[in-house]
């Protein structure tokens, strides 16, 4: 017992233990496909707002982990987190799956091992998912070519920016937002949709940085379909000194990208409610282990936000969520 | 002989060490020693195990290779582009060990005949297989129909009575092979040879060469396979798969008292390095602890390994 104690001790010493869920507990995994995006903050900030608002309704008590990728973006180690949860026999997993395929073994397993696995933001390729809870991707990307075909008058050349092959949420925008483009804005020629700009910043600086080396002369429209493609398009088109002379739509929403937005170098961004997403996946999931009725499918919203909205209370709070209220140093 | 047994004891009880911790510290100790646990853990060094018994040859003789995650995700790609276009599984997985072991001899013969240093060579064909990778696989992920290929590392295989996966038995068989090859035969010894002392090696009438293009040829076979396991873990072939993969390999050879200047390593130690790596990975989780202080912790076990065996090595000459 006391080499015990000792041990402990030492351990705690290094680190800050978290407390152990009580026997009762309901014990809800959290799985992000990465943790430093400010995307997967307010998801996480979602997830802790509906841990506090379940335990202050009383019942049994709702202890939430988050735990993303050891490699950010590797799908084998997403793998790894879920079997790993798996064993540890948690109550349940919301799991953002990094691939729509690579995943679904995984899950399968979690599911016939008794744990419930609910799928967010990004979909699965299997039924085994108590519900999907993501954003109408498509209609993301819609929003977007809408806002470019606009701006635009709809003529131009407009240029895209993949994210990376095998996510299903940015495919999911990227397909929109060139079908609503082709079908409602035939004037609009696109220069380029097959390169990938990678998981960083880093990597997409550099694919938008050759990409508008290749195209950037008569370029008038760019659209980028996340967070970090978006910042790593923007940082180009600053060292390029094309900031604000081409029309630039993006998606998710960032401190740089809404700084952007009041220089007027980026004309637009399709935002979504990451804390909605984060809030509504713990809420069914619980539901469902409490065996409430859920649905199968629930969207948690896209709106496209331009540089005269900013300053509206609404737009306030989808693009700067309240993460700090839930997540301390957040 | 006695030194070789507590040289061999050294990670054993490392890994002792780490289950026992997480046994103590976590509220379920039933639940993280349970077989599902353990099956769950296993399954999971498959990848890492495989590798480091290829690593293992590589650095007894001297040698390192970085190129190893990337053969993985290059072969991975091209057993999933085989199954794709017809191929049985089978010839995809022949396939997939012969294209690692290309890789391999390419490796070897560049190092021995251009004279440019492993670390060098390696790190090139780090660049090189991951491009090829990608090349062959159109920067996109390669799914495939499902064959026995897909079963190879299912956590609870379909056939009860095998109770682990295919994947680990055939890991633990090859660590078996490779280890009595490496301690029995004339050419495991010669291996042993060659990174011990490579000019006395050569004295003693090695072609130290065509040994180098040798070791790194079944290295890469065995990569090769692990490429394939891998592939089958995801059910994909991945083009950026195993990034990274080449440190967890090359630390779990150096955990498990393998020396970077050659001559030292046994397939034991490594299987135990690899398993105290994910043991490790595996607790931290069970914790709730998060990423970061996995990577710090599995940081400080390395060189404290290492240092623990200068220490020891060091005691046992001046007590010898």
């Given amino acids: 017992m006391n080499q015990r104690r000792i041990l402990i001790v030492t351990l705690m010493a290094l680190v800050s233990c978290r407390d152990a869920p009580k026997s009762k507990a309901l014990t809800i995994a959290v799985v992000p496909k990465g943790t430093t995006h400010e995307f997967w903050k307010a998801i996480h900030a979602g997830a802790v707002q509906a841990e506090q608002e379940l335990n202050a309704l009383g019942g049994d008590s709702v202890h939430v982990i988050w735990k993303g990728p050891l490699r950010e973006d590797d799908r084998e180690q997403q793998v790894q987190v879920v079997e790993g949860f798996t064993s540890q026999h ?27 696995v609910l799928i967010m933001d990004s979909a699965l390729e299997s039924d085994a998912m108590v519900s999907y809870v993501a954003t109408d991707n ?88 996340n967070e970090t493609s978006t910042i790593g398009m923007l940082l180009a088109l600053q060292d390029m000194g094309k900031a604000g002379k081409v029309r630039f739509v993006g998606f998710d929403a960032s401190q740089i990208m809404v700084d952007a937005m009041r220089a007027h170098q980026l004309d637009g961004i399709a935002v979504q409610n990451p804390m909605r997403m984060g809030y509504l996946g713990v809420r069914t999931l619980v539901a469902s282990l409490r065996r409430q009725p859920i649905e199968r499918r629930i969207d948690t919203g896209v709106t496209m936000v331009t540089p005269e909205m900013l300053d509206l209370p609404a737009t306030k709070d989808i693009i700067a969520p309240p993460i700090g209220k839930y997540l301390p140093g957040g | 002989m006695l030194r070789t047994w507590i040289a ?87 396939a997939a060990v012969l294209a690692g072991g290309f890789v391999g001899v390419l490796n070897g013969m560049v190092i021995t005949t251009l004279r440019v240093v492993p670390f060098i060579v390696t790190l090139g064909m780090l660049g090189i297989a991951r491009g090829v990778a990608k090349w062959l696989a159109h920067e996109q992920t390669v799914n495939v129909p499902t064959t026995w290929m897909n079963d ?24 078996v092979f490779v280890a009595f090859v490496l301690r029995r035969t004339v050419f495991g010894r010669r291996i042993f040879a060659l990174g011990s002392n490579e000019a006395a090696a ?118 010898a």
């Fill in chain 1, 138 to 225: 498509q209609k993301g990307g819609e929003l977007a070519a809408d806002r470019l075909g606009q701006l635009l008058n709809g003529k131009g050349n407009v240029l895209m920016l993949r994210l990376q092959e095998g996510s299903a949420s940015t495919t999911a925008r990227e397909d929109g937002f060139l079908k609503r483009l082709k079908d409602n804005y035939p004037g609009i020629r696109i220069v380029s949709s097959d390169q990938y700009a990678g998981v960083t910043r880093e990597t997409a600086k550099k694919a938008s940085e050759n990409l508008l080396n290749r195209f950037g002369a008569d370029l008038n429209g760019v659209f980028t379909p």
């Fill in chain 2, 8 to 94: 061999r004891l050294g990670p054993a009880l490392g890994l002792v060490i780490v289950v026992l911790v997480f046994a103590l510290l976590t509220d379920a100790p039933g639940r993280y020693l349970s077989t599902f646990n353990l099956r769950i853990v296993l399954s999971q060094t498959v990848i890492v195990a495989l590798g480091a018994i290829g690593m293992t040859m590589i650095i007894i003789s001297g040698g390192i290779d970085l190129s190893v995650g990337a053969t993985i995700a290059l072969t991975g790609v091209m057993t999933a582009l085989g199954i794709r276009s017809g191929w049985p599984p089978s010839l995809a997985l022949v």
């Fill in chain 2, 152 to 175: 190879l590392l299912v956590t609870f295989p379909r056939q009860g009575w095998l109770v682990l996966p295919i994947g680990v038995w055939t890991t633990l068989a090859l660590a």
């Fill in chain 1, 90 to 116: 948690v109550s349940g997993i919301v799991l953002a799956p990094l691939d729509s395929k690579a995943l679904v073994r995984p899950v399968e397993e979690a599911r016939a091992a008794g744990v419930p």
């Fill in chain 2, 202 to 319: 050569r004295a003693c009438g090695i072609d130290t060469n065509r040994l180098k293009v040798a070791v790194y040829a079944c290295a890469g076979c065995l990569f090769g396979l692990t490429g394939a396991m891998q592939m089958s873990r995801l059910r994909q072939g991945d083009p950026t798969v195993a990034n990274g993969a080449e440190l967890d390999i090359i630390a779990a050879v150096v955990i498990g008292g393998g020396s970077l200047n050659g001559g030292e390593g046994s397939i034991l130690g490594s299987m135990i390095g690899a398993l105290v790596m994910a043991f490790l990975r595996n607790g931290c989780q069970q914790m709730g602890w998060p990423n970061y202080i996995q990577e710090i912790i599995i940081g400080v076990i390395i060189v404290a390994a290492v240092a623990l065996d200068r220490a020891r090595a060091s005691w046992a000459t001046s007590h």
